[in-house]
């Protein structure tokens, strides 16, 4: 399998709970490696934008005043597979569904405020690592 990047993110609610550190521990765990991090705070056109895709969607609305409610870490992460391998560490959107050993079975505190965003395709990783990133910023 290739080594691939994909683009994370670590939502208010783990923010706001100083749940950081465990949340990349889990990443490091599987083996990915965070090639470039950084904190911010979104607005709420960014995090429109970013979130675009779900425009129709009845959430959208919620999900994007969620976003820019607290501060978010937005991080690079490489590896063998590492879109998918993310996308497993992660767990389910609903933690109610997650896996027992996910991040978002551990500390996610609904559908919504689930703690991770993950890149769910290399087209998508491609265009959200560019949103948050410049080549510069990826330091591998
Ligand atoms: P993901 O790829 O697992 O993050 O899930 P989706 O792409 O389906 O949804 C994007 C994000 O929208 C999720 O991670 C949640 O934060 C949010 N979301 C999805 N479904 C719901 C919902 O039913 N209610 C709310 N409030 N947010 C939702």
Redesign the pocket.
Known sequence: MATERTLSIIKPDATKRNLTGKVVAKFEEAGLRVVASKRIQLSTAQAGEFYAE?KERP?YA??VSFMVSEPVVVQVLEGEGAIAKNREVMGA?DPAQAADGTIRKEFALS??E?SV?GS?SPEAAAREIAFFFSGLELVG
């Open positions: 779900h959430f919620e999900l959107t559908k919504g689930n965003h769910d």
